[in-house]
């Protein structure tokens, strides 16, 4: 009996028990995994490394008094730039304070000539009423005068 109960635990553990058959296939898929990876992760270094020696090899030696030199150059013409930039911004602004400036003139003229248009409007009333008192004093000091006339004669 103990041998039937040692033969059906050991049928059960290989039925049932598959963690031995499991890590095996992990380790084989992790050695297979790590194999081919490294293999294809040496290959990607080795290109990197031919661009970057090919790279070298074409591009001239940077020389860092000459890139000094043109990144001064670049900064004036910046400079240069910014300062055109500033001068027509500020003739722009000149421009619109002009015409605004004109507008105003025009403005102040119109308003000067519908003053003058009124001054003149009320100059010719008072010179009515002027021509009209004097033309009723006239007539008074006509009347007063042939009074005086009847009287002296």
């Known amino acids: 009996m103990d ?13 049932l028990d598959h963690r031995p058959v499991i890590n095996a296939e992990i380790r084989y898929f992790m050695r297979e995994f790590e194999e081919k990876r490294g293999y294809r ?6 290109n990197i490394n031919k661009s970057v020696l090919e790279t070298n090899k074409q591009m001239p030696p940077a020389n860092f008094e000459d890139m000094k030199h043109q990144l001064s150059d670049i900064n004036k ?3 240069a730039a910014n300062h055109m930039v500033e001068r027509v911004q500020q003739r722009e602004l000149e421009a619109q304070q002009g015409t605004r400036l004109k507008a105003n003139m025009e403005q102040l003229k119109e308003d000067w000539a519908e003053f ?11 010179d009515e009423e002027h021509a009209r008192a004097v033309g009723q004093l006239s007539a008074k000091y006509n009347e007063k005068k042939k009074e005086l006339a ?3 004669l």
């Open 41 to 46: 992760e040496s290959r990607l270094l080795e």
């Open 150 to 152: 009847k009287f002296t």
């Open 116 to 126: 003058l248009k009124e001054q003149q409007r009320l100059k010719e009333e008072v």
């Open 77 to 79: 013409r910046l400079e």
């Open 3 to 15: 041998k039937i109960a040692k033969d059906v635990g050991d049928i059960q553990s290989r039925l």
